[in-house]
């Protein structure tokens, strides 16, 4: 059963802790990546790795971290210096190389920092 | 920015063909319009992609203009299941990455009623 798993589903911090969204694919895809969605509003691109051990900055990087050191994983990190942290927060995974990326996405988590 | 536009809300009648119109009038020549879907709270859906060519699946159909600048994805027996946020997103190519990047507007909210 392939896809992408997110979890917690729901998480709950408080204010000025750092928290770690998990984000597991066995779709065997060289990319991830990490959005942040609010009410009303599309996704915005967080992070992205087109390949293990290297990831970019999207549009909305400050206060939050990522590693890959597995093609299967791309954890985030929300940090203390993320202004405005809750948010719906969705991941990724996509092929690479010519011919398209379609990208596919996991269920999401939805971060409440209280 | 998000390179489509797309009305806001839609409807339409169960069993009857929605079909959801987006503008990309700035879209380039190697660049593909995707389309996918969000139910409230959960992840996005892949639902079609096209460059130049009109394209069918068994979830839709995509209809690109001759000059690429519009398109209409037409959903022909729409379900109450099909009840959602539909996002025409145009995937764009950073200076140097082979990696397309989606730009997420606000969607169209579709409503299909009985």
């Known amino acids: ?114 | 920015d998000a390179k489509t536009t797309q009305p806001p809300s839609m409807d339409c009648a169960e069993g009857r063909a929605a079909n959801l119109p987006c503008n990309h009038s700035t879209i380039s020549g190697n660049e593909y319009v995707y389309w996918y879907r969000q139910i409230h709270s959960q992840g996005p859906q892949y639902i079609i992609h096209g460059l130049k060519n009109n394209e069918t699946n068994e979830m839709a159909s995509l209809i690109i203009t001759e000059d690429r600048k519009s398109s209409t994805l037409i959903l022909p027996h729409a379900t109450l299941r099909d009840t959602a946020v539909y996002y025409c997103i145009v995937r764009v190519y950073d200076r140097g990455s082979t990696l397309g990047r989606l730009y997420f507007g606000r969607g169209t909210q579709l409503t299909v009623w009985p």
Not at chain 1, 6 to 29: D, I
């Open chain 1, 1 to 114: 059963d392939g896809g992408i798993t997110q979890s917690p589903k729901y998480l709950f911090r408080k204010e000025g802790q750092n928290v770690t969204l998990s984000c597991e694919q066995n779709l065997n895809h060289d990319a991830m990546y990490w959005y942040r969605q609010d009410p009303g509003q599309g996704l915005r691109l967080i992070y992205y790795s087109q390949i293990v051990n290297d990831f970019q900055k999207g549009d909305i990087a400050e206060g939050y971290s990522v590693s890959r050191e597995k093609k299967e994983s791309f954890p985030l990190t929300v940090t203390s210096a993320q202004k405005n942290p809750t948010a719906f927060y969705l991941c990724a995974s996509s092929p690479t190389g010519p011919g398209g990326n379609t990208q596919y996405f996991g269920p999401g988590t939805r971060l409440t920092v209280l």
